[in-house]
Every structure is written in structure tokens, then in C-alpha cells.
């Protein structure tokens, strides 16, 4: 029997054996009892292993995304854009460039007042569900903070283009503005800086860059884009 090894269920199988032909007291059975066994003991170690790695991922998807829209959080953001700037692993690998967009909300401050905070937790969803509609599958889109949403444009460094986006975006929005509220109706401003890896930046000050932008569209009467050259 303990010739065999642990090659002894192989042997067993290939005879075509049962436990009919052993003595309960037999070495053979102890072995296959330990055989057994021990395949119990890795099948649920594996499927422990997978439960444990996909927990892993949902509580690091969960630490990236806000529980409120379903886009990127501050901490999704700062990956995505670190990411963006970071120069290639690759020596011959040209840095992509692309485009970061700051938006926010105009007059949303008077949903939260006047209809209450779920009224505002809403509209915020419906922007959410916007910007993920006008956006494409390599890109990123953030919320930040209260109404203030960033998007990671890949590869998008046309002027005319990104305007054409802005002013989708921005009708999109203006419709989401509640009926219950009078005109002015609840739009969007957008500060917009195009990256091209000209020169190493930080990413807070390239979010600086798009935030000037911002603060002009909303100088300029809101509801528009300022790219910033």
C-alpha cells in the first residue's frame, strides 16, 4: 500500500476498485480518506481565495466611487488623473494627451432651499447619469464634492470639439432643472484645460487651471465654457 504513494487513488481508479475490495482496517483506505481530505481542503481554500480577491475589488471600487452618482470620488479623481500625467513606462511610448474640465452647477443651491436636499440628491444623480452618457468607456468623469464634477477627456485637445461637448452637456443639464423653480433654470458652468505633456505639472495645479476657468465662465453669466489656453 504504501508503495503506492500518493499515487494509490490513481492506481484504484485505473483497476477500477471499489471500497469493496479493501478491509476497513486496510492502509489503502486511510489513504484515500486522507486523499479526500486533503482535495476537500483545497477546493474550499481556492474558493475562499476567489471570495477574498473579489471582496478585495468591491471594497477597492467602493473607496473610488461615490455612493451618490456612481462616478469616481476626490480619491478615484486623483488615481485617474496621476495616472493621466504619469509619462510612459515604455522609452518610444508617446504621453497621450488630453483634456480636464472642471464643472459646476449653477443656482443649485436654490433645489437644496427651496425644494429640499432629496430634490438636490436627485438632480445630482440625473448630472451623474448625463456626463456618463456624454462621455466614452477610456474616459473619466468625477464627482468631487457637493456639485462640483471633473471629467478626464483622453486624447481630446480640439477646441471646436470640446465646446460642441460643453454645450451638450450643458443643455442636458438646464433640462434636468426642476419645473417647480422659476427661471433662471439650474445650468452648468465649465473651466476646460487641455493637456499635451509639454511639461511636467502637478495635478493640483493643473485642476487650478481648469477651477480659473471655471470661476470666468461664471464671471462671463454662467451657463457656459471657458477653455483656458
Partial sequence: NFGFGISLHHAIRA???????????????ELLFLHEANRGVLTELSRFNAQLA???????????????????NRRG??????QALRPPDLPDAVPQPFALVHLDLDRFKQVNDQLGHQAGDDLLRAV???LRGQIRRADTA?????DEFVLILKGM????????L?????????????EELPP?????SLGIVIWTHDAPIDPDEILAIADRGLYESKARGRGCATIVA
Fill in 15 to 29: 483497476a477500477g476498485l471499489t471500497d469493496d475490495d479493501f478491509a476497513p482496517s486496510d492502509l489503502a483506505m
Fill in 166 to 178: 460643453a454645450q451638450r452637456i450643458i443643455r442636458a443639464i438646464e433640462e434636468l432643472s426642476p
Fill in 54 to 72: 473579489q471582496s478585495r475589488e468591491q471594497a477597492l471600487l467602493q473607496a473610488l466611487t461615490d455612493p451618490l452618482t456612481g462616478l469616481h
Fill in 157 to 164: 485637445t480640439s477646441r471646436p470639439a470640446l465646446n460642441q
Fill in 142 to 146: 468625477a464627482r468631487i464634492g457637493g
Fill in 77 to 82: 479623481l486623483e488615481q485617474a488623473l496621476a
Fill in 128 to 130: 451623474g447619469q448625463v
Fill in 184 to 188: 433662471p433654470a439650474t445650468s452648468a
